[in-house]
């Protein structure tokens, strides 16, 4: 079954609501012919594998390709100017693939196998059922729950108005443990299992649980009569399911030289089963690739680069913090890379970087990355850098976010024994050779830069707020470039984050920089004329090709200076409804302020 989800490709074509809920499913299996062998009942699981996000997926869904506050590229999306209007479509307003599952659960039986046989495939089912109202609620808020198939002729149910979020969210519970009590104790890094649904429990019910505690203000619109009681039942739902998982030991972190265990997770060509709980595989033999050598390599893809603000996030290798060194904000490349956290060597370009297979060292490419801060993270060797040409697997679910995910959830609810950070994000902390988190210390010396972005939670009266500030470190470090960035943002109500300008690398202003300080000029800034060229270095003409803050003063480089951002604090926590469903549904309500 690995070739199939490897070479699996969604067939169902995006429609509304009342368009496909009255079809069969276009893998032509009818009702009463359906399910008859165990193979049967796999090939149509296998089919949902299309659920999962893709490598370079559009927003916020690509696995790789986050943008956000974390990548900065050439352009922003909508979601980042606050350019949205409300859309007559949306694809992500799509009810295809829960059409197919309850179909499944609603045939299953009539090919009168024994339970022991249908349980782990049902099992499947609901967490591809979870999975999806995850995600639509993630967007949406409110959502019509849908458990059968829909004949043409209901028209009580085609014409469904939204449930409450809590009806919605207490159903995917309920999906989720079924799924965890049947589905198969197999592991595979290709294949979903009991293990996979527990890590999408711990997700959903962290999101959950924190969307709940953030958005529980009474005058917020998106709450739904939140309280502290039902966030923190969520919360502990978290907890609990990490801590299983945890002690199965069925998982472990990645290991290695500290100097190169992290990248290396993300380099290898198959995926490592003690760290990755799912991921998205590829294969040269079998012609399916992504695009990420190319994606980061090259100037054709809006030229990503890491952040400013979460570069200065990564703490001094010694564990003091960077941002608490004087003048941190001037010091140049070379010098500001020096003695951080390996994790930072290992996302980005720094002085010494070779290629996987290679031995030239070399410095980041300005005609590839916007900000300078040039991405390595799941970069392989030089062979795969062509246009579709990398086939490096993407993790899904992998055991670093269950430990993050029970370390917030723990210090959420107020936990104040040390052991649930040694147990959890000091493993992370150890892989790399950082010291370890104290949560005593971490909360009588909050960081003023986390805390100055932070508003939100710093406002709070939470007594872990210090430590709860560092973990938000440690999950935005951890997990960069794998998708995560959207939903924490909303979930922690931080979207007016997204308002900040983007910045890059300080320059003093116009000069020749040698990057690496390996003797070699990498790239010049320029003002008036281009001066001669040289081969290996970039030209930036100052003002034109590159903006800095305080223009021939210098400063840190400004991306998209004249592309405003307004985050709409009461409307864009959620997507807006298609105005075509609220059309031919006229019980379907249009979000808040939309």
């Given at each position: 079954m690995k070739k199939l989800f490897i070479i699996f490709s969604a067939?169902?074509?995006?429609?509304?609501?009342?368009?496909?809920?009255?079809?069969?499913?276009?893998?032509?299996?009818?009702?009463?012919?359906?399910f008859s062998s165990e193979s049967e009942l796999k090939l149509y699981i296998q089919s949902f594998y299309g659920m999962f996000p893709s490598a370079d997926g559009g927003f916020p869904w690509g696995i790789y390709n986050e943008t956000i506050d974390n990548i900065v590229l050439t352009s922003l999306?909508?979601?980042?100017?606050?350019?949205?209007?409300?859309?007559?479509?949306?694809?992500?307003?799509?009810?295809?693939?829960?059409?197919?599952?309850?179909?499944?659960?609603?045939?299953?039986?009539?090919?009168?196998?024994?339970?022991?046989?249908?349980?782990?495939?049902?099992?499947?089912?609901?967490?591809?059922?979870?999975?999806?109202?995850?995600?639509?609620?993630?967007?949406?808020?409110?959502?019509?729950?849908?458990?059968?198939?829909?004949?043409?002729?209901?028209?009580?149910?085609?014409?469904?108005?939204?449930?409450?979020?809590?009806?919605?969210?207490?159903?995917?519970?309920?999906?989720?443990?079924?799924?965890?009590?049947?589905?198969?104790?197999?592991k595979a890094a290709d294949q979903v299992s009991k293990?996979?649904?527990?890590?999408?429990?711990?997700?959903?019910?962290?999101?959950?649980?924190?969307?709940?505690?953030?958005?529980?203000?009474?005058?917020?619109?998106?709450?739904?009569?939140?309280?502290?009681?039902?966030?923190?039942?969520?919360?502990?739902?978290?907890?609990?399911?990490?801590?299983?998982?945890?002690?199965?030991?069925?998982?472990?972190?990645?290991?290695?030289v500290p100097a190169a265990a992290y990248g290396e997770l993300f380099s290898q060509q198959s995926p490592?089963?003690?760290?990755?709980?799912?991921?998205?595989?590829?294969?040269?033999?079998?012609?399916?690739?992504?695009?990420?050598?190319y994606y980061t390599v090259s100037p054709s893809y809006g030229k990503p680069g890491l952040e400013k603000n979460l570069v200065n996030s990564y703490l001094?290798?010694?564990?003091?913090?960077?941002?608490?060194?004087?003048?941190?904000?001037?010091?140049?490349?070379?010098?500001?890379?020096?003695?951080?956290?390996p994790r930072l060597s290992q996302t980005i370009r720094t002085p010494g970087y070779t290629r996987i297979g290679a031995t030239q060292p070399l410095a980041p490419d300005f005609s590839a990355t916007v900000t300078g801060?040039?991405?390595?993270?799941?970069?392989?060797?030089?062979?795969?850098?062509?246009?579709?040409?990398?086939?490096?697997?993407?993790?899904?679910?992998?055991?670093?976010?269950?430990?993050?995910?029970?370390?917030?959830?723990?210090?959420?609810?107020?936990?104040?024994?040390?052991?649930?950070?040694?147990?959890?994000?000091?493993?992370?902390?150890?892989?790399?050779?950082?010291?370890?988190?104290?949560?005593?210390?971490?909360?009588?010396?909050?960081?003023?830069?986390?805390?100055?972005?932070?508003?939100?939670l710093w406002n709070s009266t939470n007594p872990n707020k210090g430590v709860l500030l560092e973990i938000r470190r440690e999950r935005r470090i951890e997990l960069v470039m794998e998708s995560f960035r959207w939903n924490d943002l909303m979930r922690w109500k931080e979207g007016y984050l997204l308002r900040k300008q983007f910045k890059g690398m300080y320059f003093p202003g116009a000069g020749s920089y040698d990057l690496d300080m390996n003797g070699k000029i990498d790239v010049v800034i320029y003002e008036g004329t281009k001066p001669p060229t040289q081969n290996g270095v970039v030209y930036l003409k100052l003002g034109s090709d590159v903006d800095l803050e305080n223009g021939t003063a210098g400063g840190n480089i400004v991306v998209n200076r004249k592309i405003g951002k307004n985050w709409q604090e009461n409307r864009d926590y959620l997507f807006p409804i298609p105005l075509q469903e609220i059309l031919l549904n006229p019980t379907i309500t249009q979000n808040p302020n939309w």
């Open positions: 067939s169902i074509l995006l429609a509304s609501c009342s368009k496909f809920l009255d079809r069969e499913p276009l893998t032509q299996i009818s009702p009463d012919n359906a999306t909508p979601q980042l100017t606050g350019d949205r209007v409300a859309p007559v479509t949306d694809g992500n307003w799509s009810w295809g693939n829960l059409r197919n599952i309850n179909f499944f659960l609603q045939n299953y039986t009539k090919g009168h196998l024994p339970d022991n046989i249908t349980a782990p495939y049902v099992g499947a089912a609901r967490f591809f059922r979870a999975y999806f109202y995850f995600n639509m609620v993630a967007l949406y808020g409110d959502v019509p729950w849908i458990s059968t198939v829909i004949d043409a002729n209901d028209s009580v149910l085609l014409h469904k108005p939204r449930d409450p979020r809590k009806l919605v969210m207490d159903s995917v519970l309920s999906d989720l443990d079924y799924a965890v009590a049947h589905m198969t104790a197999t293990w996979t649904a527990m890590a999408l429990k711990a997700r959903v019910c962290l999101f959950e649980g924190t969307f709940r505690k953030y958005h529980g203000d009474g005058g917020d619109p998106f709450n739904e009569g939140f309280t502290a009681g039902d966030a923190n039942t969520w919360l502990q739902r978290c907890a609990d399911i990490c801590d299983t998982l945890m002690k199965s030991n069925m998982y472990k972190l990645h290991t290695g490592d089963p003690n760290e990755y709980i799912l991921a998205r595989t590829y294969s040269a033999g079998l012609s399916v690739f992504h695009n990420l050598n001094m290798k010694d564990g003091s913090r960077f941002t608490d060194i004087p003048g941190y904000d001037t010091i140049t490349f070379f010098n500001e890379v020096q003695n951080r956290d801060y040039q991405l390595t993270k799941f970069v392989s060797d030089p062979s795969q850098d062509a246009n579709q040409r990398s086939v490096t697997p993407l993790p899904i679910f992998r055991y670093g976010e269950v430990l993050l995910n029970y370390a917030e959830a723990m210090a959420e609810l107020g936990s104040t024994d040390q052991s649930f950070l040694d147990r959890s994000i000091n493993l992370l902390r150890g892989r790399v050779g950082m010291p370890s988190l104290n949560l005593a210390t971490a909360n009588a010396d909050p960081d003023p830069y986390l805390a100055d972005q932070d508003s939100v």
